[in-house]
């Protein structure tokens, strides 16, 4: 088992501590870290835009990162949200042993 990180942005605090919340009360993740105040430049129909929003990092396993992203995809407030996953190449044992305790599979 490894350790996995998601990142995806969000409009504002609410709908991120939103989706940080169903995320964790499912058991994909063992914890969302909010990033607020984040300005994103970014092209959009072909258009450069920007915008105010708020990052999350979503802790996981490799094992649940698949569901999780998908997950993320349905609750969050963008039509095509971005949403990023990877597995991570190293974890701390201490660490690795709370994100598998966290999202264990029932």
């Not at 300005?39 to 258009?47: D, K, L, P, Q, R």
Request: glycine share 10%.
């Amino acid at each position: 088992m490894k350790g996995a990180l998601i990142w995806c942005p969000f409009p504002d605090e609410t709908a991120a501590l939103a989706a940080v919340d169903t995320l964790l009360h499912e058991g994909l993740v063992a914890c969302g870290n909010l990033v607020p105040g984040m300005t994103s430049v970014f092209i959009w129909n072909g258009e450069r835009c920007t915008a105010r929003e708020v990052g999350a990092l979503f802790k996981t396993t490799d094992d649940r990162l698949e569901e999780a992203i998908t997950r993320l995809g349905q609750v969050h407030p963008y039509d095509e949200p971005a949403v990023f996953g990877w597995v991570c190449d190293g974890t701390a044992p201490a660490t690795l042993s709370w994100l598998a305790g966290a999202v264990a599979k029932a």
